[in-house]
């Protein structure tokens, strides 16, 4: 047995020689489903089983220690797909638990296991029958849908991944709302101010908006085709009466926070006489618009305000999440990679999300969980509660804390991975309708 010299195994020729191990080691194997998974050199030498590789005297691996049929990985804790198994790896262990035996080598840290398992390339898994004998080897990231694909075609049917219950949900809320409906705004659930308040009339009733920024969400969320401004109304700042939306004027300014703040007048001289007191610019209603749909989700195209939203690059472009589930969405719709900074909904503290391949790459910080803003319909199938009430927290900690302030808070959480593979499964046509709202009538 020899040691390889301190180089730099080169990808393309051990991607092949994994490929001829891989074939000679599985007689009955099913193809990897993901039929490009990415295998990674070690940047350290591997010692190997001579310096051309030869699977026929490749060593038997080690003895299982009980009788169960066994996943080990050979991977190393840096190697980004190996970071993507980890997750993955936990959750095999705990839901199969006394059915499979899921192991996991460190071989940067202990390459003396590498040698035993003849590897070439990081991460690599191997099943294992329970009498230790090899049956199938598969190099790269490998889905937890595949592997246990892999067991099935292998003659070991694990079932499909139990419902793994959330680690924490709450499907009713703490306290009922009790804001009359009038006073709760229809797109995102905030309190209804008197002065901001902008009404749609629809043949199902009045539909009530937090603000002028609400209602031009909501329009956007449209699909009928035969939408008008012409049915909806803001309430002048000064005199309490309502304006049709496109004869009103609009003070764009700022609040202290730095949000874009925004005032609607049915006169000039009043538009302007709180410009002189408050700041900001004066727009009429074709140029709020265009000002208000500058931004928009990368995701859902709604119009977003930057300083709301997750910021998301993607091929050296920069785009927004409305919300951090939207965020992660891109990758989806974009079917690219992405970088996604989004703030902890407690403390502000920012998290951010880089994907591979439609996976969470890198998490930082790492504790980071989501909250899936949803409720069960009657029949019990969860539904999302919309944009405004998903969030990303730094800990599981302030998941809990936000949950306990937002008493009518419903949903469950979830790991970011979960949020970006639920993402990941849509459609082109589900992408496409995301977020729409069909007909807009009063709840
Ligand atoms: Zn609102
Ligand atoms: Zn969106």
Same mark, same amino acid.
């Given at each position: 047995m020899k040691t390889l010299p301190k180089v730099v195994i080169v990808l393309l020729l051990a991607v092949a020689v994994a490929g001829v191990l891989a074939l000679k080691s599985r007689p009955s194997a099913p193809e990897s489903a993901t039929g490009a998974a990415e295998a990674v050199a070690s940047p350290?030498?591997?010692?190997?089983?001579?310096?051309? &590789?030869? +699977?026929?005297? *490749?060593?038997?691996?080690?003895?299982?220690?009980?009788? %169960?049929?066994?996943?080990?990985?050979?991977?190393?804790?840096?190697c980004v797909p190996c970071k993507m198994m980890a997750p993955i790896l936990d959750e095999l262990k705990t839901e199969y638990a006394g059915k499979m035996e899921v192991q996991f080598i460190d071989v940067w840290?202990? &390459?003396?296991? !590498?040698?035993?398992?003849?590897? =070439?390339?990081? +991460?690599?898994? #191997? %099943? $294992?029958?329970?009498?230790?004998?090899?049956l199938f080897r598969h190099t790269g990231f490998f889905p937890k849908e595949d592997? %246990?694909?892999?067991?099935?075609?292998?003659? $070991?049917?694990?079932?499909?991944?139990?419902?793994?219950?959330?680690?924490?949900?709450?499907?009713?809320?703490?306290?009922?709302?009790?804001?009359?409906q009038d006073a709760v705004c229809y797109l995102c659930d905030g309190d209804i101010d008197d002065r901001t308040c902008t009404v749609m009339s629809? +043949?199902? !009733?009045?539909?009530?908006?937090?603000?002028?920024?609400?209602?031009?969400?909501?329009?956007?969320?449209?699909?009928?085709?035969?939408?008008?401004?012409?049915?909806?109304?803001?309430?002048?700042?000064? !005199?309490?009466?309502r304006v049709p939306v496109t004869e009103a004027l609009y003070l764009y300014g700022m609040d202290e926070g730095g949000r874009p703040e925004v005032k609607a007048?049915?006169?000039?001289? *009043?538009?302007?006489?709180?410009?002189?007191?408050?700041?900001?610019?004066?727009?009429?209603?074709?140029?709020?618009?265009?000002?208000?749909?500058?931004?928009?989700?990368?995701?859902?195209?709604?119009?977003?305000? +930057?300083?709301?939203?997750? #910021?998301?690059?993607?091929?050296?472009?920069?785009?927004?999440?409305?919300?951090?589930?939207?965020?992660? !969405?891109?990758?989806?719709?974009?079917?690219?990679?992405?970088?996604?900074?989004?703030?902890?909904?407690?403390?502000?503290e920012p998290i951010t999300v880089t994907t591979l391949e439609g996976h969470v790459a890198e998490l930082e910080p790492p504790t980071a969980v989501a909250w899936a803003g949803a409720r069960k319909d009657p029949e019990g199938k969860i539904v999302s509660t919309g944009c405004f009430k998903q969030g990303f927290f730094s800990?599981?900690?302030? %998941?809990?804390?936000?949950?306990?302030?937002?008493?009518?808070?419903?949903?469950?959480?979830?790991?970011?991975?979960?949020?970006?593979?639920?993402?990941?499964?849509?459609?082109?046509? =589900?992408?496409?309708?995301?977020?729409?709202?069909g007909e807009c009538v009063p709840r």
């Open positions: 350290e030498p591997l010692r190997v089983a001579g310096e051309t &590789p030869d +699977p026929e005297s *490749a060593p038997a691996a080690p003895a299982p220690p009980e009788g %169960l049929p066994r996943l080990v990985e050979l991977g190393a804790d840096k840290k202990n &390459p003396q296991a !590498g040698e035993e398992y003849g590897i =070439q390339l990081i +991460p690599t898994q #191997i %099943l $294992f029958d329970a009498s230790g004998k090899e592997i %246990l694909a892999a067991w099935k075609e292998l003659g $070991f049917d694990f079932g499909t991944a139990p419902d793994a219950e959330p680690a924490f949900s709450r499907w009713a809320p703490a306290q009922p709302d009790t804001r009359p629809t +043949p199902a !009733g009045d539909v009530g908006f937090c603000s002028p920024h609400c209602y031009v969400i909501m329009f956007a969320s449209l699909t009928d085709e035969t939408k008008s401004h012409q049915n909806a109304a803001v309430t002048d700042w000064v !005199g309490g009466t007048f049915a006169e000039r001289n *009043a538009a302007e006489a709180e410009r002189a007191r408050s700041g900001g610019n004066v727009f009429s209603w074709e140029q709020f618009e265009a000002k208000e749909t500058v931004a928009r989700c990368g995701f859902c195209d709604r119009p977003v305000y +930057p300083e709301d939203a997750s #910021i998301v690059r993607v091929d050296g472009m920069q785009t927004w999440g409305c919300c951090v589930m939207c965020a992660l !969405g891109v990758a989806a719709r974009t079917g690219k990679d992405i970088h996604m900074t989004a703030r902890d909904a407690l403390t502000g800990n599981e900690a302030n %998941l809990r804390k936000w949950v306990e302030a937002y008493p009518a808070a419903t949903g469950h959480q979830t790991t970011i991975e979960q949020a970006l593979a639920a993402k990941m499964k849509l459609t082109p046509e =589900q992408i496409s309708k995301a977020c729409k709202i």
